[in-house]
């Protein structure tokens, strides 16, 4: 062997001796030890906080709902609510507390919901949703303990419960609680979220005035009884006919009025007030002067077919209607916006019919 080749063998072993021992083996398939993960921890989600009462949410009114009170304490305590006019964020309510109906107007604004107009006896349907003569605030934000506000009369109403546990006949509710504070008196009343006023305690001199929701009832129209006259040309009479009528929420009275004037009794042989082609355009009231103004298109006068007498009659028949209707004993007529006139009566602006039963009678059937 040659020398070089002796002296290098032993450094070749060495060196491939090093290299087998620094390679790594292999492992089966399947055994690799797993990487370690960074973990990073969840950051927990923010749970959002409720959102803050308001005054609308206690702004309830529902169309064709009623709501009955039950009362102790004063013989009036007891009522029936429905809702005539709803639309925009007001609220036009009739309360009938068997001794009278009375029209409210609330309305939604300025952070609160404000009672804006009122008025007794009124028996009939007519919007009031524009008119105002109150500007009382029932429920005012913020809906906290504490908040309060001064009323007209120098009472102070105030928020004093937020969540109060209410019982009534109709059933228990979580309820906001407002006091009014007067010189003599204090009156609690709750409002539930989505149906409005649930209960209310009158206390004065000693004596304890409650009325409290007893029942709630769905798809319940306002009905009303009215009269209507047509002239009955053989006696020179106007006879009137006394007749059940429905309007459900946000429907005028209108329409009814008009249909019922072009209904005549069956077989009764009367004329019929209005013809089938006589539209009316509108009705306004005039509280003051206790006027109520109706105003036709001019099928009233060009369908009338009519002689003095028989005018007349139907003249006497249109303003006892609505007359009566409106509780109101002076009634004008227009003809497209303008005094009605005749070949035979001519109204003069200013001037007006007068109500009057006299030469009527009611109608019996045959």
């Keep these: 062997m040659d020398k070089r080749l002796r002296k290098t063998a032993p450094a070749l072993l060495l060196c491939l001796a090093l290299v087998t021992a620094c390679t790594p083996v292999p492992k089966p398939q399947g055994t690799a030890a797993p990487t370690p993960a960074r973990v990073t921890p969840a950051t927990p989600a923010k749970t959002p906080a409720p959102a803050a ?19 102790t304490g004063n013989e009036f305590a007891s009522y029936v609510t429905l809702v005539d006019y709803l639309k925009n964020g007001v609220a036009q309510t009739r309360q009938d507390n068997g001794g009278t ?135 020179q009479k106007a006879v009137y006919e006394e007749r059940a009528v429905e309007t459900k929420t946000n429907e005028d009275a209108v329409p009814n009025l008009r249909l019922g004037l072009q209904t005549i009794p069956f077989g009764s042989g009367l004329t019929k007030t209005l013809s089938d082609d006589t539209k009316i355009l509108g009705v306004s009231l005039d509280d003051g002067k206790g006027i109520v103004t109706v105003d036709f298109s001019k099928e009233l006068i060009e369908k009338m077919n009519a002689g003095t007498a028989l005018e007349g009659l139907i003249i006497k028949s249109i303003t006892n209607t609505f007359g009566h209707y409106y509780g109101m004993d002076k009634v004008v007529i227009h003809v497209e916006g303008k005094p009605y006139e005749s070949g035979h009566v001519m109204l003069r602006p200013g001037e007006y019919f007068n109500v009057s039963d006299d030469g009527t009678a009611e109608y019996q059937a045959p």
């Design 53 to 71: 009462d308001t005054a609308a949410d206690y702004f309830a009114f529902k169309a064709d709902r009623r709501l009955t009170y039950r009362g």
């Design 101 to 235: 109906t009375t029209v409210f107007v609330y309305a939604l604004g300025d952070n609160a919901i404000k009672r804006v107009f009122s008025r007794e006896e009124t028996y009939f349907k007519y919007d009031f949703t524009a008119t105002s003569n109150d500007d009382e605030v029932l429920v005012k934000e913020p809906i906290r303990t504490g908040n309060s506000w001064t009323l007209g009369d120098g009472s102070v109403r105030a928020i004093t419960a937020v969540d109060k546990k209410v019982t009534t006949p109709s059933g228990t509710y979580r309820a906001l609680e407002i006091t009014t504070t007067g010189a003599e008196s204090a009156q609690k009343d709750y409002y539930a979220k989505d149906i409005g006023l649930v209960k209310s305690e009158f206390a004065s001199g000693g004596n304890t005035v409650t009325s409290e929701l007893e029942s709630i009832e769905i798809g319940v129209f306002a009905k009303a009884t009215v009269r209507f006259y047509f002239p009955e040309f053989d006696r």
